[in-house]
Antibody
């Protein structure tokens, strides 16, 4: 059964770069049927999509975060990663990685499998 | 940018039917996905492409989408259905989530 697990520092200082990794187990990240995404949720608030990546390295990002976000993939390790630069307290959130279905007819689809999430706090 | 509007809260009596709406401009032309999130847990996909249930999701969960409103319907509501529910669509290669609806089972 496919599982996703986020890892990375739980505390980041303001103005620094947040770095997280998602490890995929029980399946290959190189499947042609899926993208792999990052979604975050500030405490007590709703979900916000950050961006997604294909195993080939093709990416697309939320326009509101695009200038600060980099998502990369390492197929040899079955991992994909998130970097968010110049963080502020507003970036404090639970960060989730998720598998995103790619439909042959409509393209982008639902996030069908999620990691458990990791809390990242931005504070000095 | 595209916006999705959900009611902040919906209440339903145990065993009755709950309907959670998701409003958006011509949302009927888009594919809507619904997620359930219980406190302290990751979201779980309960409906995809408007009305399809993933494996393991009870038949009590159903969805529809037309015009400017998509609806998640939960029949015979149970205490375990109490959770936050989010709708989601894609617009111009951007994933958009609704603000979420807290479902209370009375």
């Amino acid at each position: 059964q496919l599982q996703l697990q986020e890892s990375g520092p739980g505390l980041v200082k303001p103005s620094e770069t947040l770095s997280l990794t998602c490890t995929v187990s029980g399946g290959s990240i190189s499947s042609s049927s899926y993208y792999w995404g990052w979604i975050r949720q500030p405490p007590g608030k709703g979900l916000e999509w950050i961006g997604s990546i294909y195993y080939s390295g093709s990416t697309y990002y939320n326009p509101s975060l695009k200038s600060r976000v980099t998502i990369s993939v390492d197929t040899s390790k079955n991992q994909f990663s998130l970097k968010l630069s110049s963080v502020t307290a507003a970036d404090t959130a639970v960060y989730y990685c998720a598998r995103q279905i790619l439909y042959y007819d409509i393209g982008y689809g639902a996030f069908d499998i999620w990691g458990q999430g990791t809390m990242v706090t931005v504070s000095s | 940018s595209y916006e999705l509007t959900q009611p902040l809260s919906v209440s339903v009596a145990l065993g009755q039917t709950a309907r959670i709406t998701c409003g958006g401009n011509n949302i009927g032309s888009k594919n809507v996905h619904w997620y359930q999130q219980k406190p302290g847990q990751a979201p779980v996909l309960v409906i995809y492409r408007d009305s399809n249930r993933p494996s393991g999701i009870p038949e009590r969960f159903s969805g529809s989408n037309s015009g400017n409103t998509a609806t998640l319907t939960i029949s015979r509501a149970q205490a375990g259905d109490e959770a936050d529910y989010y709708c989601q669509v894609w617009d111009s290669s951007t994933a958009v989530f609704g603000g979420g609806t807290k479902l209370t089972v009375l």
